[in-house]
T-cell receptor, first 113, second 110 residues
């Protein structure tokens, strides 16, 4: 069992609201990732972090922002949610290096109405 | 962009071995091949990874060709619970990130 947790699992929210998706891991991993996945589609990397105070944009442009103040915590924020943000958001973490696997959380399914 | 090519779908009879191929012809010398699977819309589950030697764990075996341009994931005795989308990933050297492609949708049939 991977020790990486995402909350909430499901969220329905109105347009224009600010939301924060939480992701925490207890494995001491420096590297963390956020992916976005629409139903039936592939995962797209939207943000990643090498460690505390490090944040990088991924391959898919996203209006969300992330922060990394603590090693174990990598929250994702949408300042003003829109229906186009409706998707599943998956968080993952790994040790640095090429020979280390990543572990994924169960995801947050976001619906913006 | 994903650096791998996989068939979009495959079927396998329950109890038989499932052999999932992956092409990664542009792989570099120090890049590892990883396999994950995703059941329904749950978070992807790590299966196995390797560099150039064949690897085996409790879930699967990974066979990598000598030139490292392709690999095969083997589930030795597929069960209905192995029905999932299987992703073959070569981590990029720059950000060392996991870049997912469309994967192979494996259906295990009773």
């Amino acid at each position: 069992e991977a020790d990486i947790y995402q909350t909430p699992r499901y969220l329905v929210i109105g347009t224009g609201k600010k939301i924060t998706l939480e992701c925490s891991q207890t494995m001491g991993h420096d590297k963390m990732y956020w992916y976005q996945q629409d139903p039936g589609m592939e995962l797209h990397l939207i943000h990643y972090s090498y460690g505390v105070n490090s944040t990088e944009k991924g391959d898919l442009s996203s209006e969300s922002t992330v922060s990394r103040i603590r090693t174990e915590h990598f929250p994702l924020t949408l300042e003003s949610a829109r229906p186009s943000h409706t998707s599943q958001y998956l968080c993952a973490s790994s040790h640095p290096g090429m020979n280390t696997e990543a572990f994924f959380g169960q995801g947050t399914r976001l619906t913006v109405v | 962009d994903a650096k791998t090519t996989q068939p979009p779908s495959m079927d396998c009879a329950e109890g038989r071995a499932a052999n999932l191929p992956c092409n990664h012809s542009t792989i570099s010398g120090n890049e590892y091949v990883y396999w994950y699977r995703q059941i329904h819309s749950q978070g992807p589950q790590y299966i196995i990874h390797g560099l150039k030697n064949n690897e085996t764990n409790e879930m699967a075996s990974l066979i990598i060709t000598e030139d490292r341009k392709s690999s095969t994931l083997i589930l030795p005795h597929a069960t209905l619970r192995d029905t999932a989308v299987y992703y073959c990933i070569v981590r990029d050297n720059y950000g060392q990130n996991f870049v997912f492609g469309p994967g192979t949708r494996l259906s295990v049939l009773p």
